[in-house]
């Protein structure tokens, strides 16, 4: 073969190979935009998760219910009627630095009529009842100066006010009790009297913790808020007491032992003088006291760094993160749209209907709850949280922070979705009547409500024998969450309903945010956390109203009580476990202290329905977080409604409430007083009856609680379980049951058969994550300044 030859044939192969490289190029190219056109067309085809028709309508309402909060249009109809012509005789003027001496509004919230006639409304078609409020007026102008409560009504139009009148509680009320407001947070603490401080204690201030209260630049002190302690509640004056911090991230780490006892004139309430101060844990009877013990040499000085490096939590950045850990977290989709429904202030899910609101006095709370059409509760509602405080510290030993005393509902802050509530979340507003402002205050984003899968079965069985039937039963457990989160000075509390698919209501409280420490002077009261600070001891107690109407308002309430007995013969002794019924007759039996040597039971019921087999249709109290309040009845901190975690009481209009927002000061004598509700010893027996629940939880603080303590572990709950109410599990009834069986039990090998109510294969939908960013457009909708509407 001439050479020529093979350079033609080199040149051939050459040009195949390099034409089935371009083919082979081709191929992959064709093949690509085929996958990319039919993943587009895929895409398109693909609906958006959750693109069904939901039926959510959360604007106010032309016509609110009558559990409906005050809408914006009330409120601004009963703000032209305080300030009108009609009700002069209150002499009102607007909130502001010179109105402590005046009369001037505090907040208000809608006054819930007689239950009675709440349903013969609802549930008879009767005539609604008039929509009125409650408001409360501060009479600084009185002599001596009062709190005053009054009836306004009809919304939205009021034409009348009175003054609320009820069964043994005072009205007026008495000025050194009242709930702490904003125009007294700038009689107390405003630039007059810090300036004055500054101007006094400069050389202290400044030698002690390298900080001052103004002009201070970058090393800023700040005084907060203390409960009182018993101990220096002596009069019937005013007095509130406040503590320094370093005015910085994460506040109450980095206390400094200064602390400032401020008393007001007895006559005159817009003045306001220092009573006390508490410096080096040594008390002062004034500034001048301090300062020339100070400067005489004669006092222990204190010597405090201003911190150099704030707590934080951001990552360390110790350790590279993985690839792994690098990925977002899981989300919750909804494939289908939303399955309940949202009507204003009214909820449709699966058998479950309920009304919900947040008042701005207590917080969140439910009425009207359906379970299968019928009324399960009138009322399931947050009454009071307290923190117990115990420290070396003279000036708040034991002290006690009754939160309702700066309004519970007020601190629902702004939720943020994909951290405080899933992205599929419906978030609602809430707006309130506020003290320094003539516009309705809107609160964005302060409840949300969804639908969550736990991760856990609510129910499920395998039966792997074929001998057993050779089947799987189970079911996710979705349930429906109604959330509030509120932010009360250090402390977050996130409140949930949870409606549980086999009729279970779950009520549940978790405490978290950041420690409230104290200088470090001993170790008694808790561990120290760093160089000068000791996490304190504390008990957080929560107390809950909770109306049940099983089968209507003729009830019983009854133990199963869980005891021992020795059974078997002679020879063979064993014992066994049985329970007997404990009917409760009386208010005074129902006080129930939990004792683990007594287990027990607790049913409500209606003594005429039964179910075949003559059990009583009833439903369950069951208390997952028993605290008990080791205080005795007679301190001036104890709380009546924490003496026993279960009190049961005959429903009364004028019993509306276990507290009250004066319950911070009023300990000697409660405008509140709880222990009358039981006091009659009324009886129970086919009663419309009434459970105040108390749930709560000891914390002593470590260091993992910096900065912020976790949720895991810090959890109080109680639930509603319906107790031979029902034939069978309602759950049944719901499409999320999965069920595998064989087709024939005798022969595996002829498969399965999978029962579920899934979206067929191949239908699928795509999740658009929420963009944090959009809320950036409105700053204050997204954090909400504290200082235009709360104390705290």
């Known amino acids: 073969m001439g050479e020529k030859h093979r350079r033609q044939i080199g040149q051939w192969r050459c040009v195949t190979v390099t034409l089935l490289l371009v083919c082979s190029v081709l191929v992959i190219a064709i093949m690509a935009v085929a996958i990319i056109k039919n993943r587009y067309l895929d895409e398109r085809s693909a609906r958006l998760c959750g693109d069904e028709d939901s039926v959510i309508d959360i604007s106010e309402p032309e016509y609110p219910s009558v559990f409906h909060d005050l809408t914006s249009t009330e409120i601004r109809g ?171 991230k994460h506040y109450s780490l980095y206390p400094v032992d200064l602390m400032v006892l401020f008393k007001s004139n007895e006559t005159d309430a817009s003045v306001y003088y220092i009573d006390r101060l508490f410096y080096g844990n040594q008390e002062f009877k004034s500034v001048d006291d301090l300062q020339d013990k100070y400067i005489e040499g004669s006092i222990k000085k204190s010597s405090i760094s201003y911190p150099s490096l704030t707590a934080s939590s951001k990552p360390s950045g110790d350790k590279p993160l993985t690839k792994e850990a690098r990925r977002r977290h899981p989300r919750l989709v909804e494939p289908d749209g939303k399955r309940y ?72 802050k702004p939720l943020i979705p994909g951290a405080d509530c899933p992205e599929t979340a419906t978030f609602i507003n809430s707006t309130f009547m506020v003290e320094k402002s003539d516009d309705p205050f809107v609160a964005h984003r302060s409840m949300c409500i969804f639908e969550q899968y736990t991760g856990t079965p609510l129910r499920r069985h395998m039966a792997y024998a074929t001998a057993e039937g050779g089947f799987y039963e189970g079911m996710a457990d979705s349930s429906l969450v109604v959330r509030t989160i509120l932010s009360i000075a250090n402390n977050d509390y996130i409140i949930d309903y949870i409606f549980h698919q086999n009729g279970i209501l779950e009520t549940k409280v978790t405490s978290t945010g950041f420690l409230h420490g104290s200088y470090h002077h001993n170790n008694r009261f808790g561990h120290r956390l760093r160089d000068d600070l000791v996490g304190n001891l504390n008990h957080r107690l929560f107390n809950f109203k909770v109306d049940l109407d099983v089968f209507g308002t003729s009830n019983r309430y009854q133990t199963l009580d869980i005891l021992s007995k020795k059974a078997g013969s002679k020879k063979n002794k064993f014992t066994q476990q049985v329970y007997r019924y404990d009917l409760k007759q009386t208010e005074s039996e129902s006080g129930y202290i939990y004792n683990y040597d007594r287990p027990k039971y ?21 208390i997952q977080s028993m605290s008990n309040l080791r205080l005795p009845d007679d301190d001036k901190t104890s709380l009546p409604w924490a003496q026993h975690q279960i009190t049961v009481t005959q429903y009364k209009p004028t019993e509306e409430f276990s507290s009250s927002p004066y319950a911070q000061f009023d300990g000697e004598n409660p405008v509140v007083n709880f222990t009358q509700y039981s006091a009659d010893n009324e009886n129970l027996i086919d009663k419309d ?91 204050d909708g997204l954090l909400q300044s504290k200082t235009k509407w709360s104390v705290l």
């Open 78 to 248: 009963l703000r032209r009627y305080l300030y009108s012509e009609a009700a002069k005789d209150l002499r009102l003027v607007k909130a502001n630095l010179t109105s402590m001496g005046k009369s001037f509004i505090y907040t208000a919230d809608i006054h819930l009529t007689d239950k009675i006639k709440v349903l013969f409304h609802t549930e008879m078609g009767g005539e609604r009842p008039p929509r009125e409020a409650k408001v409360i007026i501060f009479r600084g102008d009185a002599r001596p100066p009062t709190v005053e409560e009054y009836i306004v009504g009809p919304l939205p139009a009021p034409s009348y006010h009175r003054l609320l009148k009820v069964e043994n509680r005072p009205n007026p009320i008495p000025n050194a009790v009242k709930p702490y407001s904003l125009t007294e947070l700038d009689a107390t603490i405003g630039v007059k009297h810090l300036e004055k401080l500054d101007s006094d204690l400069a050389e202290i201030l400044l030698e002690s913790y390298d900080a001052s209260f103004t002009n201070c630049k970058k090393k800023c002190l700040t005084l907060k808020f203390v409960p009182l302690s018993a101990e220096m509640d002596e009069s019937q004056s005013r007095r509130l007491l406040f503590q320094a911090f370093y005015d910085i």
């Open 689 to 779: 009856l009434v459970i105040w629940i108390t749930v709560g939880m000891y914390h002593i603080p470590h260091t993992e609680d910096i900065p912020l303590t976790s949720t895991v572990d810090k959890q109080s709950t109680f639930y509603i379980i319906p107790f031979n109410y029902f034939p069978r599990d309602p759950s049944v009834d719901s499409q999320d049951g999965i069920r595998v069986q064989y087709n024939n039990s005798q022969n595996p090998a002829d498969g399965v058969l999978i029962e579920s109510h899934e979206e067929l294969p191949g239908h699928r939908c795509i999740t658009t994550p929420f963009n944090l960013t959009a809320l950036t457009d409105n700053p």
């Open 341 to 412: 429904k949202i009507s204003h202030r009214k909820v449709d899910y699966m058998q479950w209907q309920f009304d919900f609101r947040l008042s701005p006095f207590t917080g969140p709370a439910l009425f009207d709850i359906h379970l299968k059409k019928e009324r399960h509760a009138y009322e399931v509602s947050l009454q009071e949280i307290a923190a117990f405080y115990y420290a070396s510290n003279e000036g708040a030993k034991t002290s006690a922070f009754i939160h309702g005393s700066v309004l519970l509902g007020t601190h629902a």
């Open 602 to 622: 607790h049913l409500f019921y209606n003594n005429k329905m039964k179910d075949k087999f003559f059990n009583p249709r009833a439903m369950r109290l069951y």
